[in-house]
């Protein structure tokens, strides 16, 4: 079974940078949507930036600005570049990959184990 594999999570200081990727086990469909959702204790998972195989871009209004999301569609790899991090970044980060973004966002799909983002004050 094709699963998403996530590297790049660690620890850093606030103002700090990450830069997460993902990339699939297996073959997976191109036109997928692509993304990255977190999760941190007693909160919701929430919509970090998603990307469709044309480019088109959602990002969280919370990281606009900060984050970046990009993809190479060859290899079905997804990238977060996260600058200026503070605390209120610290989660597990999910890399996720639908057709759509209604099936990402009810938790369908493809989904990476997670990578955790952790940013000390």
């Known amino acids: 079974q094709v699963q998403l594999m996530e590297s790049g999570g660690g620890l850093v200081q606030a103002g700090g940078s990450l830069r997460l990727s993902c990339a699939p086990s297996g073959s997976v469909n191109s036109r997928n949507i692509m993304g990255w959702y977190r999760q941190s204790p007693g909160k919701k998972r929430e919509l970090v930036a998603v990307i469709s195989s044309d480019g088109a871009v959602d990002v969280s209004d919370s990281v606009k600005g900060r984050f970046t999301i990009s993809r190479e569609n060859a290899n079905n790899t997804v990238w977060l570049q996260m600058n200026n991090l503070n605390p209120e970044d610290t989660a597990r980060y999910y890399c996720?990959?639908?057709?759509?973004?209604?099936?990402?966002?009810?938790?369908?799909?493809?989904w990476g184990q997670g990578t955790q983002v952790t940013v000390s004050a």
């Open positions: 996720a990959a639908a057709p759509t973004i209604v099936a990402l966002n009810n938790g369908y799909g493809l």
